[in-house]
């Protein structure tokens, strides 16, 4: 099974600054990555497949980066409605796996 | 417009079943690989099943396997999850999700969620 780490676990930042969350992978997986994007209560929300292709309707400030083992979901100027817990998943080996989350919060 | 909706969803004793249903509704069932995730309370995401578009191939996390069946009714639009035995460490919210694609990288449509509590 690929494990995905994912760090920092918790990020507090302001709104206006750049965010920058990690995601490791414990074998490559090509680029076979996604990132969510999850609200209290809400499903999560795909915001970037292949390691770097934003989802439908995803803001431009959204990217992701990386290939093989270190992946990066860079937010570049943080709004208000971007507080909520990110995952990145694989789809390179069965079983497909969720990395533990990195919470972004309000410094 | 594209959109899951799943039910089944209650409480239930340690040993149990319980059968949750998804229907779709927006696009070509048929045509997309389709999956279950979960989330116990407070915790992060786990990937339970994944079924292909026609059904011919499913996947398990280990888990489950042998405890939950996943299907897929093309007719009717609906996936389907079979569980069996239920245990407490079973007790999360069940989303069914779409991938982007018949066995795409990411899953691009989700559900709002159903949940399962296993407790005496």
């Known amino acids: 099974e690929i494990v995905l780490t994912q760090s920092p676990a918790t990020l507090s930042l302001s709104p206006g600054e750049r965010a920058t969350l990690s995601c490791r992978a414990s074998q490559s997986v090509t680029t076979y990555l996604a990132w969510y994007q999850q609200k209290p209560g809400q499903a999560p929300r795909l915001l970037i497949y292949?390691?770097?292709n934003r989802a439908t309707g995803i803001p431009a400030r959204f990217s992701g980066s990386g290939s093989g083992t270190d992946f990066t979901l860079t937010i570049s100027s943080l709004e208000p409605e971007d507080f909520a817990v990110y995952y990145c998943q694989q789809r390179s080996n069965w079983p497909i796996t969720f990395g533990q989350g990195t919470r972004l919060e309000i410094q | 417009e594209v959109q899951l909706l799943e039910s089944g969803g209650e409480l239930v004793q340690p040993g149990g079943s319980l059968r949750l249903s998804c229907a779709a509704s927006?696009?070509?069932?048929?045509?997309?690989?389709m999956t279950w995730v979960r989330q116990a309370p407070g915790k992060g995401l786990e990937w339970v099943s994944a079924i292909s578009g026609t059904g011919g191939s499913t996947y398990y996390a280990d888990s489950v396997k042998g405890r939950f069946t996943i299907s897929r009714d093309n007719s009717k639009n609906t996936l389907y999850l079979q569980m069996n035995s239920l245990t407490a460490e079973d007790t999360a919210v069940y989303y069914c999700?779409?991938?982007?694609?018949?066995?795409?990288?990411?899953?691009?449509?989700w559900g709002q969620g159903t949940m399962v509590t296993v407790s005496s």
């Open positions: 999700a779409k991938f982007q694609a018949n066995w795409g990288i990411a899953f691009d449509i």
């Open positions: 292949d390691a770097s």
């Open positions: 927006g696009f070509t069932f048929s045509g997309y690989a």
